[in-house]
């Protein structure tokens, strides 16, 4: 028997990216999957994607994390599809760089309302079913510049290193309720964002890396996996580390 077969499974942003990496691992390991992302038209060819691959349900959902109606509503809707919710991952993010001197206040509160605000938002709405079944697992994914911080990006380190401490905070909270928390912080990933780095960049990057490779989704997805797992168990308010030893 698959190690999720059986548990549903909400993740937002998982239209690409990480995202859809977790999104592929849980598949694979037989978990219902409810996706979500800002992004309709992508969410929904995702979650058919995924469906056909590996004749689990999935189903797509339109919907923005810093929203509170949207969160309660996209809950409310997994819980209707499933019966059940037993895993939160909280993926979805956005970026706004700048140097702080120039970075325009909107830019700083649009960042801190997907990165931080919606991972509060859906973990409270998903905390309402997850509490009555007496069990659940909340993996939120921070950041490696969370932990270090990084120039050009105040208002992204922020928002993650305030993710680590929600991470802890709720992990003290729930525990009660037999729901852990923890947080995943990937360093460099092979996406979008690092395949745009122009080649003198990416081996300056790379140098500072001791494992010298960028990480892939899927490193990320296998860690959020076993948090998922029953292996797991004992495991909560803690930050794992992928980051091919770029912050020890």
Do not use: W
Not at 146 to 169: D, E, P, W
């Amino acid at each position: 028997m698959k190690k999720l077969q059986g548990k549903a499974a909400i993740i937002t942003g998982a239209q690409k990216g990480i995202g859809y990496a977790i999104a592929e691992c849980l598949s694979s390991m037989g978990a219902d999957l409810f996706l979500t992302d800002i992004n309709e038209e992508g969410i929904k060819k995702a979650a058919h994607t995924l469906s056909s691959s590996f004749n689990n349900r999935v189903i797509g959902y339109a919907q923005d994390v810093s929203r509170e109606p949207d969160c309660e509503n996209a809950v409310k809707a997994a819980f209707d599809a499933f019966g059940k919710i037993d895993i939160l991952i909280n993926n979805a993010g956005i970026t706004r760089d700048n140097l702080a001197i120039r970075m325009k206040e909107k830019d700083f509160d649009d960042v801190i309302a997907v990165n931080l605000k919606g991972p509060f938002l859906m973990s409270r709405a998903a905390f309402k079913y997850m509490s009555k079944q007496r069990a659940g697992r909340i993996i939120n994914i921070s950041s490696v510049v969370g932990q270090s911080g990084q120039a050009g990006q105040a208002n992204y380190a922020s928002s993650k290193a305030g993710l680590i401490g929600l991470t802890k905070s709720l992990a003290r909270e729930f525990a009660k309720r037999n729901i852990n928390v923890n947080a995943v912080a990937p360093g460099f990933i092979e996406t979008d964002m690092t395949s745009a780095l122009d080649e003198k960049t990416k081996q300056a990057l790379l140098s500072q890396i001791p494992l010298e490779r960028l990480g892939k989704p899927a490193d990320v997805a296998n860690a959020v996996a076993f948090l998922c797992c029953e292996e797991s168990s004992y495991i909560t308010g803690q930050v794992i580390a992928v980051n091919g030893g770029i912050y020890i």
